[in-house]
């Protein structure tokens, strides 16, 4: 899941950063996410899916 949120966020050229604040969440979350050391909860998975406009099995599918 990780790595499909990486790919997503460099495919709309967005920081960390940037994602993390319109997903409302912390940056260091987000990076602990993307390297696969946080697990988040549904919630948080909504909005990181909605900062990037796409629906959460997205997220969850094969690359």
Known sequence: MGLNLQRLRR??????E???????IHQ????????GRRNPSLLVLDRIAEALGIDVSELLGPR
């Open 11 to 16: 495919e709309r050229e967005l920081s960390q």
């Open 28 to 35: 260091t979350y987000l990076s602990g996410v993307e390297r």
């Open 18 to 24: 940037e994602l993390s604040h319109r997903a409302k």
